[in-house]
């Protein structure tokens, strides 16, 4: 994730839930780009679930058929915190190169063993939605860090969201990233910004690469 030198607007982290039925667009760089990502995400877990009804016998598939069902064993409630424990044993924080900013499927994050935010927040996603949670409850977060930096976080849940953030050990409530600030949500229906477009912040969400 790139680190601008300030970024200007967005909204408090608890205005997810009413950011969520927010009109969405695809029409835009970083909107097109999740499709993307989605698109190669969705691939990955249904050759996945062909590996576990024994259609290949990739070792890869075997280490995530293992996670995948200790994730949808555990109760729904319990699933974020399960999540957010696994992958922070087995995954590091490594920020990409340099005007280089990929975003890896879960598989290639799994077998680095190291990404950066959006790698990390893309693999909790694919486990949570593996695991039985209703992909229309999870969301990625593009944030505004205190120190004027950008960051991505998962959101989980509607009404009473919880964050799985790679900063921190514990699933957290919105409410509590209260130095942060919400630029845009990336949902399975598309780009939802916070603000009016013509905002720094959304001049930015929409333009740069994650």
């Known amino acids: 994730m790139p680190r601008p030198a300030a970024i200007l607007a967005g909204v408090p982290v608890d205005a997810a839930p009413q950011l969520r039925s927010a009109p969405a667009t695809r029409n835009t760089p ?66 990409d190169a340099p005007g280089d900013d990929h975003w890896a499927t879960p598989l290639a994050t799994l077998a680095r063993g190291a990404g950066d935010c959006e790698d990390i927040a893309i693999l909790k996603y694919a486990l949570l939605r593996a695991g039985g949670i209703d992909e229309a409850d999870l969301g990625l977060m593009v944030l505004a860090t205190a120190g004027g930096g950008g960051h ?12 799985l953030d790679n900063r921190f050990r514990r699933p957290r409530p ?30 930015l969400a929409a333009t740069a690469g994650l």
Do not use: H, N
């Open 174 to 203: 919105a409410s509590a990233l209260a130095e942060d600030r919400l630029v845009a949500l990336l949902l399975p229906r598309g780009f939802v910004p916070a603000k009016d477009s013509g905002t720094p912040a959304q001049r």
């Open 30 to 95: 970083l909107a097109r780009r999740w499709a993307r990502a989605r698109a190669r995400l969705g691939a990955e877990l249904a050759w996945l679930m062909s590996c576990e009804r024994g259609a290949c016998r990739d070792p890869r598939a075997a280490e995530w058929g293992r996670m995948r069902g200790l994730i949808a064993a555990a109760p729904a409630a319990a699933r974020p915190a399960l999540v957010q424990a696994g992958v922070g044993r087995r995954i590091r924080y490594r920020a």
């Open 152 to 163: 991505v976080a998962l959101l989980v849940g509607k009404e009473r969201p919880l964050v």
